[in-house]
């Protein structure tokens, strides 16, 4: 059997304890899996301690692979393995090791012995692919976890919080929860269906919404909401949209209100729809609201936790750019055709868009959660909006792909209806002002260096 090596190596700022009780931590699995990869965790024991094990199911075009690993080897602070009971692999061992510097800090290492399933065929026909993906892999892991770690350094990790989160599997929720776990802060999941450990069930449709059990919750994060470009806007879309924003914002507001101990914030997600199609004017917090569907919308959805206001409840809202994620969003969709070669500018590609990395979207709620200065409205978006002309080109270098084949306006038009103006056709040049005057961080303020991370391009 054929054995290869992989060696990733890394220097941190952290101590080599506070990187591996990041990696033991729940949330620290889900933080590392890249996001243009499709693999989901099926189960997970408790930490990395001996014989807790990982189930992985990953999706290759039609094939599903079951992946389970076991903890060997621990050392608290210092290492542990994650070895190959059954998965894609003939051997598969995974040692992460983390080692004091004299210097300060610590060498994160990932050490990684394998040999691939087919013998010597399987060895030649395989080789430089997994290389290649351990390496796009372990570069993006390292990246997440200095970063993650640098952000726990510049908030503190010794007053850490109790957070209830509202859309916690969405798009962004995915991201933010395990990011705070990691951080060591407490998440309980508010979720419409049948709750599992760890989660609250609340009904934004009913009439009441009973949130007792979040007494002495410190923070709640609402992200809940309508999945704006789902389907064709009708009539009855656009209700459900709003209802889903503005009536589950004002219930939750009210039960928070209600709470004998009330949370001392609340995140309420917003967007920079509020601003409406404003050509190349540069918008920030101060700027008035716009007109349209989703300006309209954003003004009665930030009303919406007035009730949280009058309570003495410090209430943010962040309002969202474009949040680039292969796993969802603008960005998903636009990779099909991109990739194949077929993407190109829509409209005149004259219009801004104001987008965000998801990892800075996530870092931006932590960031508001910590800072009390932040009260009000907070664009979420990256300091260099772009037009849709630039990120059309960006996208494309990235992926090494042409972008000759433009969208014309009229065809949008006809394929999404009045969507087509609000998403894609209208031009909201945003700054993140607030963020930027309260010491904000980005890990990726371009977007050349956003969408490398988050696709894994060098």
Not at 207 to 235: F, K, M, S
Request: net charge positive.
């Amino acid at each position: 059997m054929k054995t290869e090596t992989f060696i990733q190596r890394t220097p941190l700022a952290a101590t080599a304890a506070e990187v591996f009780g990041w990696h033991e931590r729940p949330g620290g699995l889900d933080r590392l899996i890249p996001p243009w990869e499709d693999v989901c965790v099926v189960s997970r024991g408790q930490g990395v301690g001996n014989g807790a094990r990982v189930e992985l199911l990953q999706r290759l075009g039609p094939l599903r692979l079951r992946w389970v690993a076991e903890h060997r080897g621990c050392q608290t602070g210092r290492e542990f393995r994650d070895v190959q009971v059954s998965g894609p692999f003939a051997y598969w061992e995974h040692t992460h090791r983390f080692e004091p510097r004299d210097e300060g800090g610590s060498l994160l290492e990932d050490r990684i012995e394998y040999a691939l399933p087919g013998g010597w065929v399987g060895h030649f026909l395989g080789k430089r692919l997994v290389a290649g993906k351990l390496r796009r892999m372990f570069r993006y892991r390292h990246d997440v976890t200095r970063d993650d770690l640098a952000a726990v350094s510049r908030y503190g990790e010794s007053n850490t919080m109790q957070i209830a989160v509202t859309g916690s599997h969405g798009l962004l929720g995915s991201t933010l929860v395990p990011m705070l776990s990691t951080a060591g802060h407490q998440v309980t999941r508010l979720v419409r269906g049948q709750p599992a450990a760890g989660e609250v069930r609340w009904d934004p449709d009913g009439e009441t919404t009973d949130l007792a059990p979040l007494e002495g919750v410190q923070a709640v994060v609402h992200l809940a909401g309508e999945n704006i470009a789902a389907a064709r806007w009708t009539a009855a879309t656009k209700q459900r949209i709003r209802d889903s924003r503005v009536q589950g914002t004002r219930r939750l507001s009210e039960a928070l209100a209600e709470l004998a101990t009330r949370p001392q914030v609340l995140i309420s997600a917003s967007a920079i729809g509020y601003y409406g199609d404003r050509g190349e004017e540069l918008l920030d917090e101060q700027s008035p609201a716009g007109s349209g569907f989703l300006a309209d919308l954003a003004e009665l959805w930030e009303a919406a936790a007035q009730p949280a206001r009058d309570a003495g409840i410090r209430t943010v809202h962040l309002r969202f750019g474009v949040i680039l994620s292969p796993r969802g969003g603008a960005l998903a969709k636009m990779l099909t055709p991109f990739k194949l070669g077929a993407g190109g500018r829509i409209g005149n590609g004259k219009q801004y868009w104001s987008w965000i990395s998801i990892d800075d979207a996530a870092t931006a709620i932590q960031h508001a959660l910590r800072t009390e200065s932040l009260s009000g409205p907070v664009n979420a978006v990256a300091p260099h909006p772009v037009t849709n002309r630039e990120f059309t080109r960006v996208l494309g270098e990235v992926l090494r792909r042409p972008t000759l084949f433009p969208m014309p306006a009229l065809a949008a038009r006809l394929a999404l209806g009045e969507m087509a103006n609000a998403l894609l056709l209208s031009s909201t040049r945003v700054v993140p002002r607030a963020l930027l005057d309260s010491g904000f961080h980005f890990r990726h303020p371009t977007l050349p260096e956003a969408l490398r991370h988050v696709l894994g391009r060098s």
